[in-house]
């Protein structure tokens, strides 16, 4: 059987860019509305995947067939999902953001078992736990209170759902199309969702924005690593090794998210926050490891 060590390597640089992008995004909310956010985003990741895809003759045509799943994928991702997680950071910290996040695998691993009759071992299913255990000693404060608003908590659990709907449909996607090619045609669909919006709600406060180096630096940084990168792999991810294995890396993010808001945003970097992400790191081993009849997942 061949190695996938290569494709866990790309899953972890995923949650590693996705834990960045909680930071570069609370930066870049100090200039734009979340919509102008997302939606340059995926501007600039577009002409980024579509431009190497041209300039190595790797552009796949999409299926007339598939223009439905391509929308309804685009539609919850980045459509949805980029709204409530945008929204989410603005209304809590990075850290709280990320941890809220995380939680997708649990609720993906149930959407996958009942639909693709994808499999956890019971050692799995103690990893997942173990790993939301740690989220929630990230999540308290250190009297055991939740720091996060509801307005915040409700966008975040938007995000979640959303993604959760994603992952299904995703995995269709996946066994017929590049990865490339499925983030970059999605991408692009997003832009016309978000344009509207965009003119409706952002267009004044836009124009009146002025644009410094911080703000094209982390919207390039987002665009490149957060939507281009790190759904390539994350794509990947869910082709080779299932719905549920892939969305379970995602309890690594908050991981990412606290040292780069640690490092960059100066956030607090308690003892009980250290003792949750080591927990969480334990848990996504666990989660991971195969039994040795694993039933294969299914493509």
Known sequence: MKSKSWVYILVILSMVFWGMTFVWTKIVLDYWEPVTIILFRLIVSSAIIF?????????????????????????FNPFIYFIGENYGVKHSSATVSAVI????????????????????SVINILGMVLSLAGIVVMLNGPEFNIRASGKGLIWLTMAVISAVFYAIVLKKLAVKYSSATIVATQN?????LFLPLFFIFDFQQFTETKITGELITNIILLAIFGSSLAFIFFTIGTRELGVSRTNLFSNLIPFFTAVTSFIVLKEEFT?????GMVTVIGGVVMSQIKRSRLTPPVT
């Open 51 to 75: 431009g190497f895809l041209k300039l190595f003759g790797r552009v796949q045509k999409v299926s007339k067939k598939d223009y439905g799943l391509f929308l309804l994928s685009a539609v």
């Open 101 to 120: 996040i995380a939680t997708i695998p649990v609720f993906t691993a149930i959407a996958a078992r009942t639909i693709y009759k994808e499999r956890l």
């Open 188 to 192: 692009l669909i997003g832009i016309f």
């Open 271 to 275: 003892a009980m926050k250290i003792v």
